[in-house]
């Protein structure tokens, strides 16, 4: 039985992946302290938050709105996770491993939203 947001797999998943969102960053350059990574920053950290913001909000309209913001955030984050790629700033190993992550939370919250 889900009593919080942190019993939803989909909210756990989505923290796991900030952290390691996190720690991919902290190897970027200088430079992009105020750029990409700040922005990769804030996409990954509002994925979680926008799941627990609508479950919090106690109404399904209103969960199945803050998941699709939280789907946004997550198509932000992929895309920055490219250009962190192509850039140079991510090996393409951990790239591999953060996009699938990714696409497994994208996975889940688009079935989890149909189920609303």
């Not at 992929?78 to 990714?102: A, I, M, P, R, W």
Request: proline share 2%; net charge neutral; glycine share 6%.
């Amino acid at each position: 039985m889900v009593k919080t947001h942190r019993d939803l797999q989909i909210w756990q998943k989505a923290m796991q992946l900030v952290t390691k969102v996190y720690q991919a960053v902290d190897d970027f350059p200088g430079f992009e302290k105020f750029g990409l990574i700040s922005q990769i920053r804030r996409s990954s950290v509002s994925v979680p938050a926008n799941i627990a913001e609508g479950f919090g909000r106690r109404s399904k309209k209103d969960f199945r709105r803050f998941l699709n913001i939280s789907m946004g955030s997550l198509f932000e984050l992929q895309t920055e996770l490219e250009v962190s790629f192509n850039l140079g700033f991510l090996e393409e190993e951990l790239f591999k491993e953060l996009y699938s992550d990714t696409r497994e939370i994208e996975r889940m919250m688009s079935s989890f939203i149909s189920t609303l």
